[in-house]
C-alpha cells in the first residue's frame, strides 16, 4: 500500500523554465511534508516542508504547494538550473512517537543548459 | 560540524552471508533512523530509536533483520543469512527530537549493499 506516491518517474526542462514535480497521498492523518533532493552515492538533503495547516510555502526558487482537499503537493522550481538535475522524493510525517517519514518513489529531475 | 556517516560505503557478499552495517549519527542526536532503497523505489523506514525508549521495529520485513543502538549514539543494523532481495542501499539518518512532530532528520551517505 503505497501512502505516498510519485507517478512522473523522470522530467526533462530547459534551463530558466519551470519544473514542476507532483506528488499523492493516501493517509489524511500526515500533518507534514517534505521534499528532498538526492544527487547519487549522497544521502538526501532536505529542500523544503510545509506544514498541514498552510497551503504554501517559498524559498528562494522553491515553492511547495498543498492541496489537501485532493491530497496532492508539487514542489515549484523557478528559474529551473542545471545544478538542479538530482532526483527529488516527496515524504510525509504523521504526527507519532516515531517521526518517521513515508517516502515517494522518486522523480529524476534533469534541467538541460 | 561532522555529519551522520556510514561505513562500508559499498558492501559486496555472498548469498547466505551475514552483514553488519554501521552508522554514526551527528553528535546530541537523540533519535537516529534506517531506511532502506531498493531499486526504482522510495526509502522504506526499517526501524527507528529514540534515547534510551524501546526501538520502534515495525518496519523491519523479517527476523534476518536486526539493529542495535549502543550508548545512544553508533547503530549496527545486522542481516543474517542475506538474501538477493536485500541488495539496497541502506540509509541511516539522525535528528534532535523533541514532542510528537517533525524534526528535520539528516541522511548519511548510505551503504550501497549487493547480494550475490
Known amino acids: 500500500d503505497q501512502q505516498v506516491k510519485q507517478n512522473s518517474p523522470s522530467l526533462s526542462v530547459q534551463e530558466g523554465r519551470i519544473s514542476i514535480l507532483n506528488c499523492d497521498y493516501t493517509?489524511?492523518?500526515?500533518?507534514?511534508f517534505l521534499w528532498y533532493k538526492k544527487y547519487p552515492a549522497e544521502g538526501p538533503t532536505f529542500l523544503i516542508s510545509?506544514?498541514?495547516?498552510?497551503d504554501k510555502n517559498e524559498d528562494g526558487r522553491f515553492t511547495v504547494f498543498l492541496n489537501k482537499s485532493a491530497k496532492h503537493l508539487s514542489l515549484h522550481i523557478v528559474p529551473s538550473q542545471p545544478g538542479d538535475s538530482a532526483v527529488y522524493f516527496c515524504a510525509a510525517s504523521e504526527r507519532s512517537n516515531t517521526g518517521k517519514l513515508i517516502f515517494g518513489q522518486g522523480t529524476t529531475l534533469q534541467v538541460k543548459p | 560540524g561532522a555529519g551522520v556517516s556510514q561505513s562500508p560505503s559499498n558492501k559486496v557478499t555472498e548469498k547466505g552471508k551475514d552483514v553488519e552495517l554501521r552508522c554514526d549519527p551527528i553528535?546530541?542526536?537523540?533519535?537516529l533512523y534506517w531506511y532502506r532503497q531498493s531499486l526504482g523505489q522510495g526509502l522504506e523506514f526499517l526501524i527507528y530509536f529514540q534515547g534510551n525508549s524501546a526501538p520502534d521495529k515495525s518496519g523491519l520485513p523479517s527476523d534476518r533483520f536486526s539493529a542495535e543502538r549502543t550508548g545512544g549514539s553508533v547503530s549496527t543494523l545486522t542481516i543474517q543469512r542475506t538474501q538477493q532481495e536485500d541488495s539496497a542501499v541502506y540509509l541511516c539518518?539522525?535528528?534532535?527530537?523533541?514532542?510528537?512532530?517533525?524534526?528535520?532528520?539528516?541522511f548519511g551517505p548510505g551503504t550501497r549493499l549487493t547480494v550475490l
Open positions: 493517509n489524511s492523518m500526515f500533518d507534514y
Open positions: 553528535s546530541g542526536h537523540t533519535a
Open positions: 539518518a539522525s535528528s534532535f527530537r523533541q514532542g510528537k512532530g517533525y524534526n528535520e532528520q539528516f
Open positions: 510545509i506544514s498541514s495547516i498552510k
